[in-house]
């Protein structure tokens, strides 16, 4: 579905009509957030920036729920909003959801599709939308610095690059390193193959101590690497020893 959701819960009086103050603000101050997407005559994909729409922002109240049951609803609501896709002709890329748990919390959700921001853009939506909420609940006006260029400016900075053939050039170099790889892993598995690819995940995290962190800085001075670079190419050995001869593709956003 291409959505990019975040969930936090706020600690403390939470006030939701100054959050959509809030969400209202960082829309008006990003195009790319009030945008619909829908193809011109030429068939060619176009972006229709807004002036007025609808605050993208539903409200749903659980605090009339036991605690248990009411935790439960929340990860259950995270969830649909995670699986529901955005239809880009009708709707801005981006919605939220207030959710009430009891008068010290409030679950907050953020979704914005994929074509408008990426991970870090995604922060710093949060952190403009909880500064502006800061600002107004202390009755002033956010004091953000203004934009000096908008994701319009940055594609067709990024069209021109194209048109000097420089994508084409980048493009050929990685399709002759990524020519002939397998197109599915040889990792032995429970059961059969499923023939259609679901696009289902999960993510396990481990926790390290300071001394085996220490260790792979300090092994990441010689080669002048990341840490990432680092356990990124011992998870590949690790995934090549379980399936066998052959490459190993392994992908990662960025």
Known sequence: ???MPRAYVVQGAFDASIFKRAIAYVLRRHEILRSTFDYGEDGVPEQTVHAD????VVEIDLRHLPEPQREAELQRLAQVDASTPFDLKTQLPFRASIIPLSDRACGVQLNVHHIAADA?????????MFAAYDAYSKGAEP????LQLQYGDYACWHRELMQ???IEKELGYWKKQLADLPEVHALPQKGPRQAKVQGSGDSFWQNVDAELAQGVR??????????FMLLHSVFGLVVAAYSGP?????????
Request: hydrophobic share 25%.
């Open 1 to 3: 579905t291409y959505t």
């Open 53 to 56: 729409y609808s605050l993208p």
């Open 120 to 128: 870090r853009s995604m922060e710093l939506v949060r952190k403009e």
């Open 143 to 146: 004091r953000l610095q203004p």
């Open 164 to 166: 000097r053939g420089f």
């Open 218 to 227: 300090q092994l990441c001075r010689s080669p002048e690497c990341t840490p």
């Open 246 to 254: 052959g490459d190993v593709v392994v992908g990662t956003p960025i």
